[in-house]
């Protein structure tokens, strides 16, 4: 199902940048990566996402390899507030749904 | 998560009885995604609608189960007969369109207990 492999946890100190890595080595031409993070108790919130030029928005900075296998994700000031399950995804190229797979559990450290 | 709106936020049922979870899309979206998410696992898929069709819905269980989206008001997923099986967090996404390129904006979800 999933075209992504991510670590399972990590933690990160707070103020410093978090990089959450990805790889999508099946990824085609056409297949976009998205990021969203999921708090508890509350819906997936969209982060980023790209296709093969480097992104940044208010959120997050994506870092997409130049051969497209993998990519990172980047908070460059972590807060308390960032713990969060953090979930890569790759749509597949035609399809309608996203695969969630189980993602980086990002535990931010005061 | 503003935008996207679900009711009930929480909704318990017996076994047996139905379920109905309402789904209000972003203004402008037109497609509207259901998934399930069971306790410690990730979104499952189980739909995928556009007004008054559905476009996929290779997620949903045979039986019990259906959705609709209807041209005016919002989309419903119903799941009839509820088993303690069906108790988890129910999620609607919405996107302007279904192509490549646009990110599915989700709504809180709807937590379904069945008792």
């Known amino acids: 199902d999933a075209k992504t492999t991510q670590p399972t946890s990590m933690d990160c100190a707070e103020g410093r940048a978090a990089n959450l890595p990805c790889n999508h080595s099946?990824?085609?031409?056409?297949?976009?990566v998205y990021w969203y993070r999921q708090i508890h108790s509350q819906g997936p919130q969209y982060i980023i996402h790209?296709?093969?030029n480097n992104e940044t928005n208010e959120m997050a900075s994506l870092i997409i390899t130049e051969d497209r296998k993998s990519s990172t994700l980047i908070l460059p000031h972590a807060t308390l507030r960032d713990t969060a399950v953090y979930y890569c995804?790759?749509?597949?190229?035609?399809?309608?749904?996203?695969?969630f797979g189980t993602g980086t559990s990002l535990t931010v450290i005061p | 998560n503003a935008g996207v709106m679900q009711n009930p936020r929480h909704l318990v049922r017996r076994r047996g009885q139905e379920a109905r979870l309402r789904c209000s899309p972003m203004?402008?979206?037109?497609?509207v995604y259901w998934y399930r998410q069971l306790p410690e696992e990730g979104l499952k898929f189980m739909v995928y609608?556009?007004?008054?069709?559905?476009?996929?819905e290779s997620g949903m269980p045979k039986e019990r189960f259906s959705a609709e989206f209807p041209k005016e008001g919002p989309s419903i997923l119903r799941i009839q007969q509820v088993v303690r099986g069906d108790s988890a967090a129910y999620f609607c996404?919405?996107?302007?369109?279904?192509?490549?390129?646009?990110?599915?904006?989700f709504g809180d979800g709807t937590r379904l207990s069945i008792l």
């Open positions: 790209g296709l093969k």
């Open positions: 995804i790759v749509r597949v190229d035609g399809g309608n749904q996203f695969y």
């Open positions: 099946t990824i085609s031409g056409n297949e976009y």
């Open positions: 996404a919405s996107s302007p369109y279904g192509g490549q390129g646009k990110p599915q904006h």
């Open positions: 203004k402008g979206h037109s497609h």
């Open positions: 609608l556009q007004k008054e069709n559905i476009i996929d």
